[in-house]
């Protein structure tokens, strides 16, 4: 390491840089929920049923997770093998190309894959083929997006000395996750502003002489592109001086696309086939689910036993194993992939519920708004719980503070999947969200102080990045097998159920199909109350006082 007089006069600023670097972070995580608000509202726009679109439009937000959370397993193994800067200059140019492809996927990105679908003799309609666009856009823009944050873990520690990383790897996780915690709000309150000024932003862009169209949900996404452009110029400038390291070594091909395919094959398979078969008439029992992928799921099952044995016979592997071998680590990461899964559970059902309930589609841009504030009384109480989590964790122990942040979550998804109907008022909704998200926010600081303390001190920054992707995975499995599971519920249900079709009652069949949505969305709210009951067995076993005591550096 080089003399302090010598760093002070050629190497810039650490704290200036982690500044610098955690600005696209945030703009990224924004990104992992900021359709959450307003899904249903690009679905309805592009002339596709809600009630049989749903499911491929879920791989708006799970293919995002799940290129977000592949990409955080290996870019940070990269940035180590060819050097930080150009790995974090490469990403943000990817998250802007992403950005670019999702703002005009009705566009020119949608020409070429409809002139890529026609050579390949598959005729799909134009509707179909711009939702695919939105979903690669947005796939490529979580391979840069998820980058970041192991490039930026792996930065801190070029910056900062062994003894003082703690905290400015703990701004770039807490960074990461303000972003996704205030993703859905900031979606929902912009595309509700641009539908409301709508006419006084096409009188202004005309004075200008420009024939632009008002803006919507795809001005978001050309937000990203200044900001990231800014904050990659000033990043270039900031790390001009930073000595870029290399290490030796080789990477993990085999490794990365083992664990790869085996994420992009459990999402497949749990994304399932919805068809309108007969289900029981309450999910309560689980005596039947749908019919998931049974062969996707089998391959994704070969592809991680290999990884595993892949794994445990390198000698710097991508994530090492041996760290599920001790009990906190272990217990800590399938919490977390629980909490995961839960969380992504109050995210999805709030949004449908609000647009469910607008009959109008001349307000759907009211409806994200409204989404949005819903979920942020999901979100903000998480985050603030996050705080006393930390205190509570020095004080009565990580096991006791994980078990009453559980024991809250659990309470909250029980009174969902019971006061939840149509007519539900919204101050019920907000305060059975509040007590999820407080119960969620409370495990955050014992659980990630579980994992990483678990791990020997040249690890802790592995396991730092863990605590995020098993979080991101659980997530992403939600999106993927909720999604199949309700659209399942809901169809089954109303062949059973709705006596009449739209033809001979529009009004009746559509209120009854509210109806049926809504008892669906509560049954996830039980699905939700028995996860996070599981995650009370890893915490009550796992969590023992006796391990309490973080491992010696």
Not at 82 to 91: D, F, L, S
């Amino acid at each position: 390491m080089m003399p302090s007089s010598t760093r002070s006069t050629a190497a810039p600023n650490p704290w200036l840089v982690l500044a610098l670097i955690c600005l696209p972070v945030f703009i990224g995580s924004l990104d992992l929920t900021i359709v959450s608000a307003f899904l249903p509202e690009i679905v309805i726009n592009l002339g596709l049923p809600l009630q049989t679109a749903l499911d491929e439009a879920a791989w708006v937000v799970s293919g995002y997770l799940l290129a977000y959370a592949v990409s955080m397993t290996f870019m940070g193994r990269i940035s180590d093998l060819v050097g930080r800067r150009w790995v974090y200059i490469a990403c943000l140019l990817i998250f802007i190309a992403g950005s670019v492809l999702v703002a005009t996927a009705h566009q020119w990105p949608a020409d070429m894959l409809n002139l890529l679908l026609r050579r390949m003799d598959v005729r799909l309609p134009r509707e179909e083929i711009t939702l695919i666009a939105i979903i690669i856009g947005r796939v490529i823009q979580a391979l840069g997006a998820g980058a970041l944050v192991p490039v930026s873990l792996a930065l801190v520690s070029d910056l900062f000395p062994p003894e003082r990383r703690a905290q400015p790897l703990g701004v770039v996780g807490a960074v990461d996750t303000l972003g996704w915690v205030l993703g859905h709000l900031y979606g929902g309150v912009l595309v509700n502003w641009f539908a409301s000024q709508r006419e006084g932003f096409v009188t202004f862009l005309a004075s200008l002489g420009l024939n632009w169209p008002a803006p919507d949900w795809r001005t978001l996404f050309w937000i990203n592109v200044p900001l990231t452009i800014i904050a990659l110029i000033l990043t270039l400038i900031a790390l001009r001086r930073l000595p870029d390291q290399r290490s030796p070594g080789r990477f993990d091909w085999l490794g990365t696309a083992l664990i790869t395919a085996a994420l992009i094959l459990l999402v497949a398979g749990l994304g399932g086939n919805v068809d309108a078969s007969l289900a029981p008439t309450n999910l309560s029992d689980f005596s039947q689910l749908p019919a998931f992928n049974g062969g996707a799921l089998l391959l994704a099952l070969f592809a991680l036993l290999g990884f595993v044995l892949v794994e445990s016979r390198l000698k710097d592997p991508l994530i090492d194993l041996h760290l599920f071998r001790r009990r906190r680590f272990a217990a800590g990461a399938l919490i977390n992939l629980l909490i995961g899964f839960c969380l992504m559970i109050g995210l999805v059902i709030v949004p449908i519920l609000v647009n469910v309930r607008t009959q109008d589609v001349s307000r759907l841009s009211e409806a994200a708004f409204q989404a949005g504030v819903l979920l942020s009384a999901l979100t903000i109480p998480m985050a603030l719980a996050a705080v006393p989590g930390g205190w509570l964790s020095d004080r009565i122990g990580i096991q006791r503070t994980t078990l009453l942040g559980l024991s809250l979550a659990v309470i909250g998804f029980v009174l969902v999947w019971q006061t939840w109907r149509l007519d539900v008022a919204d101050a019920i909704m907000a305060a059975e969200m509040a007590l999820v998200g407080a119960g969620i926010g409370l495990t955050f600081s014992p659980i990630s102080a579980a994992v990483i303390n678990a791990a020997d001190a040249d690890k802790r920054g592995v396991a730092s990045a863990l605590v995020i992707i098993l979080r991101l995975i659980g997530m992403t499995v939600a999106v993927a097998s909720l999604t199949t599971i309700a659209l399942y519920r809901v169809n089954s249900l109303g062949a059973i159920e709705v006596g009449i079709s739209a033809a001979e009652d529009p009004n009746a069949f559509l209120q009854a199909y509210a109806e049926i949505t809504v008892r669906v969305l509560a049954e996830l709210g039980l699905i939700g109350a028995v996860l996070c009951g599981l995650a009370l067995i890893p915490a009550a076993l796992g969590f023992r006082r006796e391990t309490d005591q973080p491992s010696s550096p």
